[in-house]
T-cell receptor
Framework: AQRVTQPEKLLSVFKGAPVELKCNYS??????LFWYVQYSRQRLQLLLR??SRESIKGFTADLNKGETSFHLKKPFAQEEDSAMYYC????????????FGQGTILTVHP | KAGVTQTPRYLIKTRGQQVTLSCSPI?????VSWYQQTPGQGLQFLFE???????NKGNFPGRFSGRQFSNSRSEMNVSTLELGDSALYLC???????????????FGPGTRLTVL
């Protein structure tokens, strides 16, 4: 079975502070992991995926297979980063299915 | 490229009625997936269609059904609506349903269904 856990429902930081959104997963095979973001009144959009290993809007995420984690990090948070963040997993022959975590609402205060 | 579009954006129905939601994928995408989003359960996978065939299905009752047309557009139908069906229904398209490592799902804006 596939499962994604985001332990923090709410996360508040001040502008310029580092931020880390946690994501843990459970999957027996080799997963594909994603971070999606939903800004206020906008559609869900892909932020980054682990195979691309690129930094988007200053965010990075490293897949740690030993700890089954895929935490999202940014060294200096900006107010425009305030949004809902979802970690998601795709695996094997489960076609077209992303398993999402419950999401973390990030608020960056000025 | 135009993004994923969904119609209608808002719907109000009463218990017992049925409803049909529509999704147009990004041009060239052959896979369409549907999700239900609620505050309590979050984002849950309903089903996926590829080349007019349902390939994958989530844990929802048979009242939830879908289909896909030859142009990859998809519809989702919910019969005998219940209060608990009130949710945001999201459609997502991808080239091959995440079957290849470089594939990505792109989401539509959703249809907000309210059941009274």
């Amino acid at each position: 079975a596939q499962r994604v856990t985001q332990p923090e429902k709410l996360l508040s930081v001040f502008k310029g502070a580092p931020v880390e959104l946690k994501c843990n997963y459970s999957y027996s095979g080799s997963p594909e992991l994603f971070w999606y973001v939903q800004y206020s009144r906008q559609r869900l959009q892909l932020l980054l995926r682990h195979i691309s290993r690129e930094s988007i809007k200053g965010f990075t995420a490293d897949l740690n297979k030993g700890e089954t984690s895929f935490h999202l990090k940014k060294p200096f948070a900006q107010e425009e980063d305030s949004a809902m963040y979802y970690c998601a997993l795709a695996g094997g022959t489960s076609y077209g299915k992303l398993t999402f975590g419950q999401g973390t609402i990030l608020t960056v205060h000025p | 490229k135009a993004g994923v579009t969904q119609t209608p954006r808002y719907l109000i129905k009463t218990r017992g009625q049925q409803v049909t939601l529509s999704c147009s994928p990004i041009s060239g995408h052959r896979s369409v997936s549907w999700y239900q989003q609620t505050p309590g359960q979050g984002l849950q996978f309903l089903f996926e269609y590829f080349s007019e065939t349902q390939r994958n299905k989530g844990n929802f009752p048979g009242r939830f059904s879908g289909r896909q047309f030859s142009n990859s557009r998809s519809e989702m139908n919910v019969s005998t609506l219940e209060l608990g069906d009130s949710a945001l229904y999201l459609c997502a398209s991808s080239i091959r349903g995440l079957a290849i490592r470089t594939d990505t799902q792109y989401f539509g804006p959703g249809t907000r269904l309210t059941v009274l």
